[in-house]
């Protein structure tokens, strides 16, 4: 595993890409892990699919590099990403450490083991349960490619993450071509 450096972005430039990027739609994800070094969990946006094709479905999501959770993922070589539904943000803030301080945050939400002992959400929109590729350091960030060994649907809407605040995906109609 690698590390790629980066300069430092002027300030003007960051606070106009946290801007621009707070724009975009992301789905919200709580990304967790247990195994050696133990479970753990955190909230993010930044996930996406790579292929459906080869040996395996590919995905990747990307994690602060400091966090306890990236450390855990490197030495489990597991995790599973759960996408909420639009009810459960309450649960994101919780692994975004938005609430609760010290206690345990995989005591909100129904929790079972997945297939490679990652905690999956029970009642998650879509659950995929991965084993690590191969991680990336870029910058202050941590890219896990993961190979999805299972896929495990619910029910529900997708919660939704743009313009700093949560929401769900609407179907627009669109009108009839004349």
């Not at 909230?43 to 699919?49: E, L, R």
């Not at 079972?112 to 991680?135: H, I, M």
Request: charge should be neutral; proline fraction near 3%.
């Amino acid at each position: 595993m690698s590390a790629i450096s980066l300069q430092q972005a002027a300030p003007e430039l960051r606070a106009q890409f946290l801007d621009g990027m707070s724009r975009a739609a992301f789905c919200v994800n709580v990304v967790t892990t247990d195994g050696p070094a133990g479970r753990a969990g955190v909230t993010v946006s930044a996930m996406s699919s790579i292929s459906a094709d080869g040996n395996s479905p590919t995905v990747l999501v990307c994690i602060h590099h400091q966090s306890k959770t990236a450390a855990a993922i490197v030495e489990n070589g597991v995790f599973c990403i759960n996408i909420l539904r639009d009810d459960q943000s309450s649960i994101a803030d919780c692994f975004g450490g938005r609430k609760l301080g010290d206690a345990d945050k995989f005591a909100y939400g129904r929790w079972v083991e997945g297939d490679t002992r990652a905690p999956r959400l029970a009642d998650a929109v879509v659950a995929f349960d991965c084993r690590v590729l191969s991680a990336e350091r870029v910058g202050t960030h941590r890219i896990f490619i993961g190979a999805v060994g299972s896929v495990t649907m619910g029910l529900g809407t997708a919660l939704i993450y743009a313009d700093r605040t949560y929401g769900r995906a609407q179907r627009i109609v669109s009108p009839e071509p004349k």
